[in-house]
């Protein structure tokens, strides 16, 4: 804390992307923690203007990119099945994120990926169709109940459904779903682009 390390490019992309779902969601994303509870991140998190340096602000804070990794690495895989011949390929990360990739070259259909989005309360669950498109789910109930803090409070959120949000960037999604489980409804400051279900 109080001080900046070098960092490279692609970390400092992140970073720089972590600063504007925070920013967008109106802190409701957070990737900087204080023990088990998230702190907002433009009071936790300090990057110089070219982005070659970060730091931390406060004494017993750490960064936590847990909420964006599975989506970010996912975005990896996507740029190296990119650059090959490929069918199609469906990700899934536990059950919080996945990314349905279709056909790139050839004659072949491209694959549409239908997934059911749980929503916890028993009722039917909703049907999304993924192609070259990825979804991130979040909630605050099954195997890890009231998980989700909101960095603004650093207590539980206090919403109790299933969030999803649907776009071509699974690291965009991921960050988003949790914005908003602790938000509890889309803000209208989120991308048009993104398809969301709360």
Known sequence: PGRRV????????????????????????????????F?????????????AQAGLVEPGTEIDLGGVAKGYTFDLVREAFEELAF??????????TILGLGARTGDCATPVWSVEIDPGDGSPPPTVRLNNRAMSVSSQHGDRPRHVIDP??????????????????????????????VLGERPASMPRHLTSVV
């Not at 069918?87 to 919080?96: Q, R």
């Not at 603004?152 to 988003?176: K, L, M």
């Open 6 to 37: 070098p960092v490279d490019a692609e970390l400092s992309g992140l970073l720089e992307r972590c600063v504007e779902y925070a920013n967008a969601s109106d802190e409701a994303f957070s990737i900087v923690r204080r023990g088990a509870a």
């Open 39 to 51: 702190v907002p991140m433009t009071t936790g998190l300090a990057l110089t203007a070219n982005g």
């Open 87 to 96: 069918v199609g390929a469906f990700l899934h990360g536990g059950t919080s």
């Open 152 to 181: 603004r409070t650093g207590e539980s959120a206090d919403t109790f459904g299933v969030a999803a949000c649907i776009g071509t960037s699974a690291e965009e999604t991921d960050a988003w779903a949790t914005a908003l489980t």
